[in-house]
Nanobody, 125 residues
């Protein structure tokens, strides 16, 4: 089992920045992929960013490239999502997710066996 706890969501003005955190605990040695997804109001959950735990390779949705950065603090088994130049359309509940099996489908929710509870990001215009 892997437990994930997100934090860092907030109400911010457009153009601002946030850093979301995802603290992983439990069987963290089994982690293969860490991902961030978001669910805007009234919409389906969508892929935002992913990072392979050991290789460090990162991937981003086109809509967030250049503004979002996923990173890892290996000492703390924590994954971060740095969000810059926030836009109102970034408003969503952001979820951290963990996959424990090798997969190239980092963008698909089915790749991830464990999910956090979500953290709300609201961007005002």
């Amino acid at each position: 089992q892997v437990q994930l706890v997100e934090s860092g969501g907030s109400l911010v003005q457009a153009g601002g920045s946030l850093r979301l955190s995802c603290a992983a605990s439990g069987r963290t040695f089994s982690l293969y992929t860490m991902g961030w997804f978001r669910q805007p109001p009234g919409k389906e959950r969508e892929f935002v960013a992913a990072r392979y735990w050991n290789s460090g390779n990162t991937y981003y949705a086109d809509s967030v490239k250049g503004r979002f950065t996923i990173s890892r603090d290996s000492a703390k088994t924590t994954v971060y999502l740095q969000i810059n130049s926030l836009k109102p359309e970034d408003t969503a509940v952001y979820y951290c997710a963990a996959g424990i099996y090798p997969s190239s489908n980092y963008y698909h929710p089915a790749t991830y066996a464990y999910w956090g509870q979500g953290t709300q990001v609201t961007v005002s215009s």
